[in-house]
């Protein structure tokens, strides 16, 4: 993987790690309700009253295999969605994992310095002053934590 890629990926991270949140949602919701139309029967019932002999009795009428029809479509219809989604799914889960398993191969102190530039969007003064403060409880300049992230995205990049 090259470093402009790995980059654009630190980047679209928390925005891809959001989709496939909501994306696993919405599949989850589909299978739902697919397997809520799964266990709806369209029932035939006969017709008690006056009259009733005079009408055929082994015929489905048209009410029913309308209702069958418009099940069957709809099965359909859920099937195709659940595919696409999976199809989504499975690239945002390659993005957001690509991503997951290269900032394992990093220090603390890498792995925090990247997450606040590319991740977080923080500038490098920022990182310097508040970031490295907060885990060193000292400062350093943007040009030190620039030549950090640099190392940082060398090493993630040869992964």
């Known amino acids: 993987m090259t470093k402009e890629e790995l980059i654009k990926l630190l980047k679209e991270y928390k925005e891809n790690k959001a989709k496939l949140n909501i994306k696993l949602k919405e599949l989850k919701l589909a299978r739902i309700k697919l397997k809520s139309d799964d266990e709806l029967d369209t029932m035939l019932t006969s017709a008690y009253g006056i009259n009733q002999d005079i009408h055929s009795k082994n015929k489905i009428s048209n009410k029913v295999l309308k209702k069958i029809e418009?099940?069957?479509?709809?099965?359909?219809?859920?099937?195709?969605?659940?595919?696409?989604?999976?199809?989504?799914?499975?690239?945002?889960?390659?993005?957001?994992?690509?991503?997951?398993?290269?900032?394992?191969?990093?220090?603390?102190?890498?792995?925090?310095?990247?997450?606040?530039?590319?991740?977080?969007?923080?500038?490098?003064?920022?990182?310097?002053?508040?970031?490295?403060?907060?885990?060193?409880?000292?400062?350093?300049?943007?040009?030190?934590?620039?030549?950090i992230i640099d190392e940082a995205i060398e090493k993630i990049a040869k992964l």
């Open 70 to 147: 418009k099940n069957d479509i709809k099965k359909n219809e859920l099937n195709k969605e659940i595919e696409i989604l999976e199809k989504i799914i499975k690239d945002l889960r390659d993005k957001v994992e690509t991503i997951d398993d290269r900032l394992e191969g990093l220090k603390f102190k890498e792995r925090k310095m990247l997450e606040a530039y590319y991740i977080e969007g923080n500038t490098y003064e920022d990182i310097g002053n508040r970031v490295y403060w907060e885990i060193y409880h000292q400062t350093r300049t943007g040009e030190t934590i620039k030549a």
